[in-house]
């Protein structure tokens, strides 16, 4: 058993809280930032990470 946190479990949590995807908590381009905004994708889906990045 990990104590680690899991960064894609995270995207997804905050997916489910309705954190935007701005929200990362990663550095972009680092590993934990793909996984997580990856989870968070998976809940939110396509749509709502790319109004993050202002499209």
């Given at each position: ?21 701005g ?33």
């Amino acid at each position: 058993m990990t104590t680690d946190p899991d960064p894609f479990e995270q995207g997804q949590r905050a997916a489910r809280e309705n954190i935007p995807a701005g929200g990362n908590p990663y550095q972009d381009g680092s590993q934990e930032h793909a996984l997580w905004a990856a989870g968070h994708e998976e809940i939110a889906g396509p749509a709502e990470a790319d109004e993050s990045e202002g499209s």
